[in-house]
């Protein structure tokens, strides 16, 4: 069973930066396609980056140039790096995997297995 655990989040201040983490276990090989999510408060939950079997990477128009997602197959972790924070960026960030390319919609029905989050609170 794929178990996905996130690390990384915090507490920053606008303009400020976080990578956040995700260590994949109990999988075979890097078969999968990887995502995060955010949710805030009160809204749905919304896909911001993906990194497909083959390396491809997408972003949501409202994070393109601030987010950068990547992985480390050896190691078995996929990062999310966020800079230029802000504070509409406040939420809790999941991980995400799916079993085929369709992950890279970045909709949450696309997805088989979910983190257990870490929040990201950013100050003004």
């Known amino acids: 069973q794929v178990q996905l655990v996130e690390t990384g989040g915090g507490s920053v201040q606008t303009g400020g930066a976080l990578t956040l983490s995700c260590v994949l276990s109990g999988y075979i090989g890097d078969t999968f396609c990887m995502a995060w999510f955010r949710q805030a408060a009160g809204k749905e939950r919304e896909g911001v980056a993906g990194?497909?079997?083959?390396?491809?990477?997408v972003y949501a128009d409202s994070v393109k140039g601030r987010f950068t997602i990547s992985r480390d197959t050896a190691k078995n972790i996929v990062y999310l790096k966020i800079d230029s924070l802000k504070p509409e960026d406040t939420a809790t960030y999941f991980c995400a995997a799916a079993w085929s390319d369709s992950c890279l919609g970045l909709r949450t029905f696309s997805i088989n297995t979910w983190g257990q989050g870490t929040q990201v609170t950013v100050s003004a």
């Open positions: 990194i497909g079997i083959d390396g491809r990477t």
